[in-house]
């Protein structure tokens, strides 16, 4: 008989709450609003592009590092929003979604023992992928804003809710962001072992989108300290109610380390294509490449072809206002729908996720919540505590996906507006 014992780098890992939550929402007929995916598809002129590609016999291995055109389609989109000039052969890297780009960004510049500095809660890959290199996480606690999760008001179903409490990350004369940390906290995660820091702006699960003052402030601590930025930025066309996305690597001193993350899923409704790439420097995209060849080498060549075509018409076409336009409603519709539930929202500035403020309710976590929600509701959110390493003292809140057709998330206001939730 075999000894059945799996590798120590993977033995801590569980069923992630997202399968759990997944499944107990198909079990019960819930409506969907937890996993993070739309319910509606692609635009047709992208799904006609990869039809035309398998229909033209584009279905062998592409160049490991990205087909030109979609590199080149990358470096043009970088150009159109004014970030800067990309060497499309050197500076892009194509990989199979944006979670194998920071996996193999991780595998390839994090040696055992280094230290990453990681904001929580976190993307729930984050923790794993430094697990799995044998890097040891620092941990930066994000604050949720006080004061903010009161019912708006009857006749404004658009407006956020007030922020009493400004961030103190934030800088004197800036924009406060809802969510905050602690400049000393994120000082004193750097030491000299520290290699990496991975940032998500805009943030899932919270909806912050990073200030500059802040992304200066973290900009100032990795170049002091020689630390490498993994940049997610998957969610950057996605920001509302006047925050500003902006690329850390736009800012001086930062281009030479950084690595910008993004994809085509969150912004074309293509998630299960899974075409993500990197940009930065040359150095760090030869480290990347290195990784990225030995864990998956290539991406589907016919999809890469799509994409190519989405980044190239959304230029053109005007998709971007149009896509923002109309998650702008869809946020709007799913936070007045809550609020009227009496679960009332922290804002958003960007992603397509929406914090509720479930405190008060008589539960005891908000996995508790979650569950109770599916089966007597019949509406699935995700709990925040699988977003953070300790789940103890946090805040009681569930996130809410707003990336779903008006009708999905009028069924979901339904089931929440006739049964309130407890006290």
């Known amino acids: 008989m075999p000894h059945h014992r799996s590798a120590a780098r993977v033995s801590s890992f569980g069923t992630s709450i997202f399968a ?53 389609a990358v470096a043009a989109t970088w150009r159109a929003h004014g970030w800067r000039e990309v060497d499309p052969a050197h500076e892009v890297t194509v990989a199979s979604g944006a979670t194998e780009v920071i996996f193999a960004a991780v595998q390839a510049l994090v040696d055992p023992g280094d230290e990453v500095v990681i904001f929580e809660p976190f993307y729930d890959a984050y923790l794993p992928d430094v ?24 006749d404004d179903g658009q407006s956020a809710p007030d922020v009493t409490e400004g961030s103190p990350s934030a800088g004197a004369g800036q924009r406060p962001s809802p969510w905050w940390f ?29 200030t500059r003052a802040e ?43 950084t690595l910008t993350v993004n994809s085509t899923g969150k912004t074309f ?11 930065g420097p040359r150095w760090l995209n030869d480290a990347l490449r290195a990784a990225h060849q030995w ?15 989405a980044l190239e018409g959304a230029l053109e ?3 971007y206002a149009q896509f923002r336009a109309e998650y702008a409603e869809r946020y709007g519709l799913l936070r007045s729908m809550l609020h009227e539930a009496g679960l009332p929202t922290l804002p958003t500035e960007g992603s397509y996720f929406i914090m509720a403020d479930i405190a008060g309710r008589g539960f005891r976590s908000d996995a508790e919540f979650c569950r109770w929600l599916i089966s007597e509701v019949g509406v699935a959110a995700i709990p925040p505590s699988a977003f953070y390493a300790n789940a103890s003292d946090l805040p009681l809140l569930a996130r809410f996906c707003f990336a779903k057709r008006p009708e999905t998330l009028r ?3 339904e089931r929440l507006r006739s049964a309130r939730t407890p006290r």
């Open 215 to 257: 992304l200066e402030l973290i900009a100032g601590l990795c170049i002091e300290h020689d630390v490498v930025v993994v940049a997610d930025e998957v969610y950057d066309q996605l920001v509302f109610d006047g925050a500003t996305h902006l690329p850390i690597a736009t800012l001086p001193g930062m281009w030479e380390r």
């Open 20 to 72: 759990e939550i997944s499944a107990l929402a198909v079990q019960a007929g819930a409506v969907n609003l937890g996993q993070g995916f739309p319910d509606f598809a692609g635009p047709a002129w992208v799904k006609e592009a990869a039809a035309a590609a398998i229909a033209a016999d584009l279905n062998q291995y592409p160049p490991y590092q990205g087909l030109p055109r979609l590199r080149e």
């Open 295 to 309: 864990i998956t080498f290539s991406t589907a060549t016919p999809l890469q072809v799509a994409a190519a075509a």
């Open 182 to 210: 602690d400049p000393d906290a994120l000082r004193a995660a750097f030491s000299p072992r520290t290699r990496l820091l991975l940032l998500n702006t805009p943030h899932n699960p919270t909806g912050k989108v990073y």
């Open 411 to 413: 069924a979901a206001g």
């Open 317 to 319: 076409n005007g998709y």
């Open 269 to 279: 409704s293509l998630t299960g294509w899974k075409i993500g790439y990197g940009v």
């Open 131 to 154: 697990v799995m290199a044998g890097g040891v996480p620092r941990l930066v606690r994000l604050h949720p804003p006080v004061g903010v999760a009161r019912p708006l008001a009857p």
